[in-house]
């Protein structure tokens, strides 16, 4: 992956630990991980992006069920068939 971001793998890396692959993540359970340094929602927004672009997340709308998003938690086998490297 070019210009890898290392909060976001570690961040991945702990989810991957913790949850089963398909789990749906809300902002306050990956602040939870104390990956994100001072919890701060940027870094967070950063490190979430980076993981959907190369397909580890998949991205969630709770627009319906109260509001919010979500991500959702994709193996890296899945991700490699869908991700393209940027």
Known sequence: MAGR???AE???SWCRE???????FDQAELLSAGIIPDQDIHILLAATTYLVKNSLFKLH????????????LISQERAAKYSTPF
């Open 10 to 12: 570690a961040l991945y």
């Open 61 to 72: 709308d709770f627009k319906n069920a109260g509001g919010g998003i979500g991500w959702e």
């Open 5 to 7: 971001d290392r909060t």
């Open 18 to 24: 913790n949850y089963e692959i398909g789990h749906v």
